[in-house]
Protein backbone atom coordinates (compact mmCIF):
# COMPACT_ATOMS: atom_id res chain seq x y z
CA UNK A 1 0.00 0.00 0.00
CA UNK A 2 1.18 3.66 -0.45
CA UNK A 3 0.36 4.99 2.83
CA UNK A 4 1.80 2.26 4.48
CA UNK A 5 3.21 3.15 8.17
CA UNK A 6 6.56 2.37 9.11
CA UNK A 7 6.49 -0.71 11.24
CA UNK A 8 9.94 -2.88 11.61
CA UNK A 9 8.82 -6.28 10.27
CA UNK A 10 10.27 -8.49 13.54
CA UNK A 11 8.21 -6.46 16.13
CA UNK A 12 6.38 -8.79 18.02
CA UNK A 13 3.11 -7.10 17.10
CA UNK A 14 3.72 -6.28 13.58
CA UNK A 15 0.83 -7.89 11.83
CA UNK A 16 -1.47 -6.58 14.61
CA UNK A 17 -0.06 -2.90 14.02
CA UNK A 18 -0.30 -3.07 10.27
CA UNK A 19 -3.86 -4.25 10.33
CA UNK A 20 -4.79 -1.58 12.74
CA UNK A 21 -2.88 1.04 10.69
CA UNK A 22 -4.96 -0.07 7.34
CA UNK A 23 -8.32 0.28 9.20
CA UNK A 24 -7.50 3.86 10.62
CA UNK A 25 -6.06 4.78 7.58
CA UNK A 26 -9.34 3.30 5.92
CA UNK A 27 -11.49 5.75 8.12
CA UNK A 28 -9.49 8.21 7.34
CA UNK A 29 -9.79 8.25 3.60
CA UNK A 30 -13.57 7.61 4.11
CA UNK A 31 -13.68 4.08 3.05
CA UNK A 32 -14.11 1.97 6.06
CA UNK A 33 -16.86 3.05 8.75
CA UNK A 34 -16.49 4.18 12.24
CA UNK A 35 -18.46 0.89 13.06
CA UNK A 36 -15.67 -1.01 11.24
CA UNK A 37 -13.36 0.02 13.76
CA UNK A 38 -15.59 -1.73 16.20
CA UNK A 39 -15.27 -4.87 14.10
CA UNK A 40 -11.49 -4.62 13.80
CA UNK A 41 -11.60 -4.84 17.51
CA UNK A 42 -13.96 -7.92 17.83
CA UNK A 43 -11.84 -9.37 15.01
CA UNK A 44 -8.29 -8.57 16.91
CA UNK A 45 -8.99 -10.28 20.38
CA UNK A 46 -10.30 -13.77 18.72
CA UNK A 47 -7.08 -13.63 16.43
CA UNK A 48 -4.98 -13.04 19.48
CA UNK A 49 -6.68 -16.48 20.91
CA UNK A 50 -5.99 -18.30 17.64
CA UNK A 51 -2.27 -17.78 17.93
CA UNK A 52 -2.52 -15.18 15.06
CA UNK A 53 -1.45 -17.51 12.87
CA UNK A 54 -3.55 -19.96 10.09
CA UNK A 55 -4.76 -23.27 11.84
CA UNK A 56 -4.18 -25.91 9.53
CA UNK A 57 -8.09 -26.59 9.17
CA UNK A 58 -8.41 -22.80 7.94
CA UNK A 59 -6.06 -23.64 5.59
CA UNK A 60 -8.37 -26.43 4.33
CA UNK A 61 -11.15 -24.42 4.55
CA UNK A 62 -8.90 -21.82 2.14
CA UNK A 63 -7.80 -24.72 -0.54
CA UNK A 64 -11.98 -25.72 -0.32
CA UNK A 65 -12.62 -21.75 -0.96
CA UNK A 66 -10.19 -21.62 -4.18
CA UNK A 67 -11.98 -24.59 -5.53
CA UNK A 68 -14.97 -23.48 -5.26
CA UNK A 69 -14.41 -20.29 -6.87
CA UNK A 70 -12.59 -22.44 -9.64
CA UNK A 71 -15.54 -24.09 -10.12
CA UNK A 72 -18.01 -21.51 -10.25
CA UNK A 73 -20.58 -20.25 -13.15
CA UNK A 74 -19.86 -16.45 -11.52
CA UNK A 75 -18.32 -15.80 -8.68
CA UNK A 76 -17.97 -12.68 -6.87
CA UNK A 77 -15.75 -11.66 -3.98
CA UNK A 78 -18.03 -8.45 -2.04
CA UNK A 79 -15.72 -5.86 -0.53
CA UNK A 80 -17.15 -3.97 2.23
CA UNK A 81 -15.11 -0.98 3.89
CA UNK A 82 -12.67 -3.08 6.18
CA UNK A 83 -11.86 -5.29 3.43
CA UNK A 84 -11.32 -3.05 1.16
CA UNK A 85 -8.77 -1.13 4.22
CA UNK A 86 -7.28 -4.40 4.95
CA UNK A 87 -6.60 -6.06 1.49
CA UNK A 88 -7.03 -4.25 -1.50
CA UNK A 89 -4.54 -5.50 -3.84
CA UNK A 90 -4.61 -9.37 -2.25
CA UNK A 91 -8.69 -8.81 -3.96
CA UNK A 92 -7.64 -7.94 -7.27
CA UNK A 93 -5.22 -10.73 -6.97
CA UNK A 94 -7.85 -13.21 -5.91
CA UNK A 95 -10.13 -11.95 -8.23
CA UNK A 96 -7.69 -12.82 -11.18
CA UNK A 97 -6.39 -16.14 -10.51
CA UNK A 98 -10.61 -17.29 -10.10
CA UNK A 99 -12.46 -15.13 -12.80
CA UNK A 100 -14.50 -13.84 -9.94
CA UNK A 101 -15.77 -10.07 -10.32
CA UNK A 102 -15.44 -7.62 -7.57
CA UNK A 103 -18.48 -5.83 -6.42
CA UNK A 104 -18.94 -2.99 -3.31
CA UNK A 105 -21.53 -4.28 -0.64
CA UNK A 106 -21.47 -2.04 1.77
CA UNK A 107 -23.44 -2.14 5.37
CA UNK A 108 -23.23 1.56 6.06
CA UNK A 109 -23.68 2.52 2.21
CA UNK A 110 -23.65 6.21 0.93
CA UNK A 111 -22.72 7.07 -3.05
CA UNK A 112 -19.52 8.79 -1.49
CA UNK A 113 -17.83 5.52 0.34
CA UNK A 114 -19.34 3.61 -2.55
CA UNK A 115 -17.15 5.38 -4.89
CA UNK A 116 -14.23 5.83 -3.17
CA UNK A 117 -13.89 2.26 -2.44
CA UNK A 118 -14.41 1.87 -6.19
CA UNK A 119 -11.48 3.99 -6.88
CA UNK A 120 -9.40 2.82 -4.10
CA UNK A 121 -9.71 -0.63 -6.19
CA UNK A 122 -9.07 0.59 -9.26
CA UNK A 123 -5.83 2.20 -7.93
CA UNK A 124 -5.01 -1.42 -6.60
CA UNK A 125 -5.64 -2.53 -10.08
CA UNK A 126 -8.95 -3.64 -10.81
CA UNK A 127 -10.53 -2.99 -13.97
CA UNK A 128 -14.32 -3.75 -13.56
CA UNK A 129 -15.50 -3.15 -10.15
CA UNK A 130 -19.35 -3.78 -9.76
CA UNK A 131 -21.91 -2.57 -6.83
CA UNK A 132 -22.61 1.41 -8.08
CA UNK A 133 -25.45 0.26 -10.76
CA UNK A 134 -27.27 -1.36 -7.35
CA UNK A 135 -30.33 -2.50 -9.94
CA UNK A 136 -31.15 -5.22 -8.05
CA UNK A 137 -32.20 -6.59 -4.35
CA UNK A 138 -31.69 -9.28 -1.98
CA UNK A 139 -34.73 -10.40 -0.96
CA UNK A 140 -35.64 -9.94 2.62
CA UNK A 141 -33.23 -7.54 3.46
CA UNK A 142 -34.04 -3.52 4.78
CA UNK A 143 -33.43 -1.47 1.51
CA UNK A 144 -29.99 0.10 1.78
CA UNK A 145 -28.26 -3.15 2.77
CA UNK A 146 -30.31 -5.34 0.32
CA UNK A 147 -28.57 -3.00 -2.52
CA UNK A 148 -26.75 -5.14 -5.45
CA UNK A 149 -25.72 -5.50 -9.24
CA UNK A 150 -28.29 -7.77 -11.30
CA UNK A 151 -25.32 -9.30 -13.13
CA UNK A 152 -23.05 -9.16 -9.93
CA UNK A 153 -23.89 -10.72 -6.47
CA UNK A 154 -27.54 -10.99 -7.77
CA UNK A 155 -26.73 -13.81 -9.99
CA UNK A 156 -23.77 -14.84 -8.77
CA UNK A 157 -23.83 -18.73 -7.70
CA UNK A 158 -20.80 -18.22 -5.23
CA UNK A 159 -20.35 -15.37 -2.89
CA UNK A 160 -17.13 -14.81 -0.71
CA UNK A 161 -18.57 -12.49 2.05
CA UNK A 162 -15.78 -11.30 4.13
CA UNK A 163 -16.06 -9.66 7.85
CA UNK A 164 -20.32 -9.89 7.12
CA UNK A 165 -22.98 -9.20 9.54
CA UNK A 166 -25.48 -12.54 10.26
CA UNK A 167 -28.65 -10.91 8.76
CA UNK A 168 -27.19 -10.06 5.25
CA UNK A 169 -25.03 -13.79 5.09
CA UNK A 170 -28.16 -15.55 6.00
CA UNK A 171 -30.31 -13.71 3.48
CA UNK A 172 -27.45 -14.38 0.87
CA UNK A 173 -27.23 -18.22 1.71
CA UNK A 174 -31.10 -18.16 1.34
CA UNK A 175 -31.23 -17.03 -2.14
CA UNK A 176 -29.42 -20.41 -2.38
CA UNK A 177 -26.02 -18.60 -3.09
CA UNK A 178 -22.63 -21.16 -1.90
CA UNK A 179 -21.29 -18.80 0.42
CA UNK A 180 -17.38 -18.44 1.31
CA UNK A 181 -17.26 -16.59 4.77
CA UNK A 182 -13.93 -15.29 6.22
CA UNK A 183 -14.30 -14.47 9.97
CA UNK A 184 -12.42 -15.13 12.93
CA UNK A 185 -15.10 -15.94 15.31
CA UNK A 186 -16.18 -18.86 14.84
CA UNK A 187 -19.39 -18.40 16.84
CA UNK A 188 -20.56 -15.65 14.83
CA UNK A 189 -23.83 -16.05 12.47
CA UNK A 190 -22.10 -15.89 9.54
CA UNK A 191 -19.66 -18.62 9.21
CA UNK A 192 -22.04 -20.58 10.65
CA UNK A 193 -24.48 -20.29 7.34
CA UNK A 194 -21.45 -20.52 5.12
CA UNK A 195 -20.76 -23.50 3.03
CA UNK A 196 -17.33 -22.77 3.67
CA UNK A 197 -16.48 -21.04 6.96
CA UNK A 198 -12.81 -19.59 7.12
CA UNK A 199 -12.04 -18.91 10.22
CA UNK A 200 -8.89 -16.71 9.66
CA UNK A 201 -7.67 -13.23 9.39
CA UNK A 202 -8.62 -11.67 6.07
CA UNK A 203 -5.40 -10.96 5.85
CA UNK A 204 -3.60 -14.64 5.81
CA UNK A 205 -7.09 -15.79 4.49
CA UNK A 206 -7.16 -13.75 0.97
CA UNK A 207 -3.51 -14.64 -0.41
CA UNK A 208 -3.42 -17.66 1.07
CA UNK A 209 -6.69 -18.88 -1.57
CA UNK A 210 -4.80 -17.17 -4.11
CA UNK A 211 -1.81 -19.41 -3.90
CA UNK A 212 -4.40 -22.43 -3.64
CA UNK A 213 -6.04 -20.70 -6.61
CA UNK A 214 -2.91 -20.92 -8.20
CA UNK A 215 -1.58 -24.38 -7.64
CA UNK A 216 -4.78 -25.86 -8.29
CA UNK A 217 -5.37 -23.60 -11.87
CA UNK A 218 -4.85 -27.00 -13.91
CA UNK A 219 -6.12 -29.51 -12.13
CA UNK A 220 -9.53 -31.46 -13.30
CA UNK A 221 -13.27 -30.25 -12.28
CA UNK A 222 -13.31 -34.02 -10.87
CA UNK A 223 -9.95 -33.02 -8.47
CA UNK A 224 -11.82 -29.44 -8.03
CA UNK A 225 -15.10 -31.22 -6.88
CA UNK A 226 -13.05 -33.84 -4.55
CA UNK A 227 -11.93 -31.31 -2.70
CA UNK A 228 -14.99 -29.35 -2.55
CA UNK A 229 -16.90 -32.85 -1.39
CA UNK A 230 -14.13 -33.68 1.68
CA UNK A 231 -14.45 -30.46 3.33
CA UNK A 232 -16.06 -30.76 6.28
CA UNK A 233 -17.67 -27.23 7.15
CA UNK A 234 -18.75 -28.06 10.99
CA UNK A 235 -15.23 -29.50 11.25
CA UNK A 236 -13.42 -26.30 10.28
CA UNK A 237 -15.89 -24.69 13.06
CA UNK A 238 -15.46 -26.80 16.04
CA UNK A 239 -11.66 -26.85 15.39
CA UNK A 240 -11.52 -22.98 15.38
CA UNK A 241 -13.68 -23.00 18.66
CA UNK A 242 -11.62 -25.64 20.50
CA UNK A 243 -8.09 -24.09 19.67
CA UNK A 244 -10.18 -21.11 21.61
CA UNK A 245 -11.26 -23.10 24.27
CA UNK A 246 -8.08 -25.57 25.08
CA UNK A 247 -5.99 -22.52 25.21
O1 LIG B 1 -18.17 -1.27 5.47
P1 LIG B 1 -19.58 -1.57 5.87
O2 LIG B 1 -20.43 -0.33 5.93
O3 LIG B 1 -20.22 -2.62 5.02
O4 LIG B 1 -19.54 -2.16 7.38
C1 LIG B 1 -18.81 -3.30 7.65
C2 LIG B 1 -18.88 -3.78 9.11
C3 LIG B 1 -17.62 -4.63 9.37
C4 LIG B 1 -18.91 -2.62 10.06
C5 LIG B 1 -20.14 -4.63 9.29
O5 LIG B 1 -20.20 -5.64 8.34
C6 LIG B 1 -20.25 -5.19 10.70
O6 LIG B 1 -20.83 -4.60 11.57
O7 LIG B 1 -19.66 -6.37 10.90
P2 LIG B 1 -19.70 -7.12 12.33
O8 LIG B 1 -21.09 -7.57 12.63
O9 LIG B 1 -18.95 -6.33 13.35
O10 LIG B 1 -18.88 -8.42 11.99
C7 LIG B 1 -17.56 -8.38 11.58
C8 LIG B 1 -16.96 -9.77 11.85
O11 LIG B 1 -15.70 -9.80 11.21
C9 LIG B 1 -16.73 -10.07 13.34
O12 LIG B 1 -17.19 -11.37 13.64
C10 LIG B 1 -15.20 -10.01 13.51
O13 LIG B 1 -14.73 -10.97 14.43
C11 LIG B 1 -14.73 -10.33 12.11
N1 LIG B 1 -13.43 -9.70 11.76
C12 LIG B 1 -13.01 -8.45 12.06
N2 LIG B 1 -11.80 -8.21 11.55
C13 LIG B 1 -11.42 -9.34 10.89
C14 LIG B 1 -12.48 -10.30 11.02
N3 LIG B 1 -12.42 -11.50 10.44
C15 LIG B 1 -11.32 -11.79 9.72
N4 LIG B 1 -10.26 -10.94 9.56
C16 LIG B 1 -10.27 -9.71 10.14
N5 LIG B 1 -9.23 -8.88 9.98
Same mark, same amino acid.
Not at 32 to 35: K, L, P, V
Not at 131 to 135: K, M, Q, V
Not at 154 to 157: L, N
Given at each position: MTDEVEI?? %???RYQSLLTRHRIEAGVEKGI? /???GLIAEGRGESFDYLLGEETLPSADEAERAAAAQLLLAEHAVLSVNGNVAALVPGEIVDLADSTGADIEVNLFNRTDERMQAIADHLHEHGAEDVK? =?? $? %?ARIPGLEHERAKVDEDGI?? $? %?VVLVPLEDGDRAEALAEMGKTELVID =??? =? /?RSPRTAAVPIIDNIIRAVPNMTAHARALADVSREELETIVNEFDRQEALDDAESAIRDL
Open positions: PE %DHPT /SRQG =LT $A %DFT $A %D =LNP =L /S
